[in-house]
């Protein structure tokens, strides 16, 4: 069964350190997210790509993140300089398009996350 | 603005009874979905069901149904014959068809099987 990819699974770095989580998302979805998870709290999204293209960066911060899909394939988020309230779980998550109406189109599949602890 | 409310930060339910999961949803939309995921410890979100806004029948899989009641903005997630595997942390979530299809979740109910 098609599977979201996700590494590394554990993260453990100190404040001001850059990380980097990579994603490979289901073959053949053009959309990928990125979403953060603070514990006891549910995923909030990041950043949205529809093939290489970003589609929504709204929530990003971006003086220190950044996220790419170079080909429209794989994609990288990355953090730099790390914080401590980075600490989280970050969620990839695929699917077909963002045409909504059909469970088809619009149901997201998620990878198994990376947690990120920032000492 | 798009919002989702689960009132009911725990849950438990003996083994092989059914047991129902709270969620209530606003937004001006017409046009929208609501999802169930499932949380293990593990961390990775599985998807449960989906219902879209204009479907007329309540969405079901397996032992997993949707009571979807529109008027009341509600989308309360049916676990039947439960088993211990299905504890977890439960997230209900909307998608809104109308723009880039984010997924907006609620802060979750976390269930609790007993043998």
């Known amino acids: 069964e098609a599977e979201v990819a996700q590494s590394p699974r554990y993260k453990i770095t100190e404040k001001s350190q850059a990380v980097a989580f990579w994603c490979d998302p289901i073959s053949g979805h053009a959309t990928l997210y990125w979403y953060r998870q603070i514990l006891g709290q549910g995923p909030e999204l990041l950043v949205q790509?529809?093939?290489?293209?970003?589609?929504?960066d709204s929530q990003l911060p971006k003086d220190r993140f950044s996220a790419e899909r170079l080909k429209g394939v794989d994609s990288t988020l990355k953090i730099q300089p790390a914080e401590l309230g980075d600490s989280a779980m970050y969620l990839c998550?695929?699917?077909?398009?963002?045409?909504?109406?059909?469970?088809?189109?619009?149901?997201?599949?998620f990878g198994p996350g990376t947690r990120l602890l920032v000492l | 603005a798009q919002k989702i409310t689960q009132t009911q930060p725990g849950m438990f339910v003996q083994e092989k009874e059914a047991v129902t999961l709270d969620c209530t949803y606003d937004t001006s939309d017409p046009s929208y979905g609501l999802f169930w995921y499932k949380q293990p410890s593990s961390g990775e979100m599985i998807f449960l069901i989906y219902q879209g806004s204009y479907d007329q029948q309540n969405a079901t899989e397996g032992r997993y149904s949707l009571n979807f009641q529109k008027a009341r903005k509600s989308a309360n997630l049916v676990i039947s014959a439960s088993q211990l595997g299905d504890s977890a942390m439960y997230f209900c979530?909307?998608?809104?068809?109308?723009?880039?299809?984010?997924?907006?979740f609620g802060t979750g109910t976390r269930l609790t099987v007993i043998p």
């Open positions: 998550a695929s699917s077909f398009g963002t045409s909504g109406g059909s469970v088809i189109s619009e149901t997201q599949y």
């Open positions: 979530a909307m998608s809104d068809q109308t723009g880039a299809n984010n997924l907006f």
């Open positions: 790509f529809q093939d290489e293209s970003v589609v929504d």
